[in-house]
């Protein structure tokens, strides 16, 4: 069980990289040269495969993550608390952390959701003929995708505290 903890530990920590790209958005309404809208219009084909790529990697990605996530929480850190409860040790920090946990799962689904229906307004963008519009398309799910990835980060550090506290209760035992 405690290799086990481990692994997932260290693949959350890989996939969170995986997600935590950095994204640079600002709250500016971005205003394109002609250049710019030029080179968009002219490369609208190729923008929209590789954005259906960065879709397609984005779902694995996130169903990826969503899997581990729930199973920290039904396969180690419920049965954790339940343990704990049975035997007259309950441990008030490891319970709100298994509640924050419960709480900030769902909150990375709400943001995927919300980051997915930006991606999808963003693909049925018309990129050649109007590639202003496309672009703050674009910088909408860029900062949607940025917000996915503090929900992910969140939950890592949630789940390094509850490390810190499981390591804790088991220097009291």
Do not use: W
Request: net charge positive; with cysteine.
């Amino acid at each position: 069980m405690k290799a086990r903890f481990r692994v997932l530990i260290l693949s959350l920590v890989a996939l969170s990289a995986l997600v935590a790209l950095p994204v640079k958005a600002d709250d500016k309404t971005p205003v394109l040269s002609k250049e710019q809208a030029g080179a968009i219009s002219q490369s609208c084909d190729s923008i929209k495969q590789s954005l259906k790529k960065l879709q397609k990697a984005d779902t694995k990605t996130r169903s990826y993550l969503g899997g581990i996530y729930e199973d920290f929480i039904t396969d180690l850190i419920s049965p954790l608390n339940l343990r704990l409860t049975r035997n007259n040790l309950p441990n008030t920090t490891l319970t709100t952390l298994h509640s924050d946990l419960i709480l900030k799962r769902q909150d990375f689904a709400q943001k995927f959701t919300l980051y997915e229906q930006s991606f999808e307004v963003l693909l049925t963008a018309d990129c050649q003929n109007n590639p202003e519009d496309f672009y703050q398309k674009l910088q909408e799910t860029r900062k949607a995708r940025n917000t996915l990835e503090q929900s992910t980060e969140a939950f890592r550090m949630l789940l390094e505290k509850h490390q810190n506290a499981v390591q804790t209760l088991k220097g009291t035992l």
